[in-house]
């Protein structure tokens, strides 16, 4: 099992649709989660951290459920600018101790005007 | 423009050859990270330095891969005897940190790599 698991995706969503990405993880001692987005060929940028009580960065929700190792990320009224790879990021400990970052694999979005 | 900067942008060698990447973190910051990212995937970590100490090596960087970050700013990775595998685009990322927590990491725009 993979650590770090996205929808599969493509997704094509017309303009000013809710969109939702959903991640799990595989190792229950993960503490920091992330979402980055990645536009084409272009490095991952930060696009919100993820916290336990849930948080709201304008069109974009983020929630974490650590009983089902479970991320979700919510985009409202998604615009074309919205379009991108989003990445799932979990942090954890390597067998060295050491913290790590693990990507998912990312789930592309277009929005189609 | 105060963001990691990594150079070169692309490299295409042939392969057999070595080639080198630098990377300049944001200059505050006291970790440094190299990841790699092949096409349709995510980045996978490689490996990182908390100021000039490299802590830990991914199983993914043989040991034709180095990776140096001498005086606990700049970094760079160098390939050995490049093979048609090693091509992906080499990412560099840099964070604060001052206790044991992970803190948001920012990225390089990365060096592109094509080995033939």
């Known amino acids: 099992r993979k650590e770090v698991e996205q929808d599969p995706g493509p997704f094509n969503v017309p303009e000013g649709a809710t969109v939702a990405f959903n991640c799990t993880y595989s190792n229950s001692a993960s503490q920091s989660f992330f979402w980055y987005r990645q536009d084409c060929r272009k490095e991952p940028k930060l696009l919100m951290s993820?916290?336990?009580s849930g948080n709201e960065d304008g069109r974009f929700t983020a929630q974490l459920n650590r009983a089902s190792q479970y991320i979700s990320l919510l985009i409202r009224d998604s615009k074309l600018s919205d379009s991108a790879t989003y990445l799932c990021?979990?942090?954890?400990?390597?067998?060295?101790?050491?913290?790590?970052?693990?990507f998912g694999t990312g789930t592309r979005l277009t929005i189609i005007p | 423009d105060t963001g990691v900067s990594q150079d070169p942008r692309h490299k295409i060698t042939k392969r057999g050859q070595n080639v080198t990447f630098r990377c300049d973190p944001i200059?505050?910051?006291?970790?440094l990270y190299w990841y790699r990212q092949t096409l349709g995937q995510g980045p996978e970590f490689l490996t990182y330095?908390?100021?000039?100490?490299?802590?830990?090596k991914s199983r993914l960087l043989s040991d034709r891969f180095s990776a140096e970050r001498p005086k606990g700013s700049f970094s760079t990775l160098e390939i050995q005897r490049t093979e048609q595998g090693d091509s992906a685009m080499y990412l560099c990322?840099?964070?604060?940190?001052?206790?044991?927590?992970?803190?948001?990491?920012?990225f390089g725009p990365g060096t592109r790599l094509t080995v033939t």
């Open positions: 993820v916290y336990s």
């Open positions: 330095f908390q100021n000039e100490a490299q802590l830990e």
């Open positions: 990322a840099s964070s604060w940190t001052q206790d044991r927590g992970t803190h948001e990491q920012y």
């Open positions: 200059s505050e910051h006291n970790r």
């Open positions: 990021v979990v942090s954890g400990r390597s067998n060295f101790g050491n913290e790590k970052l693990t």
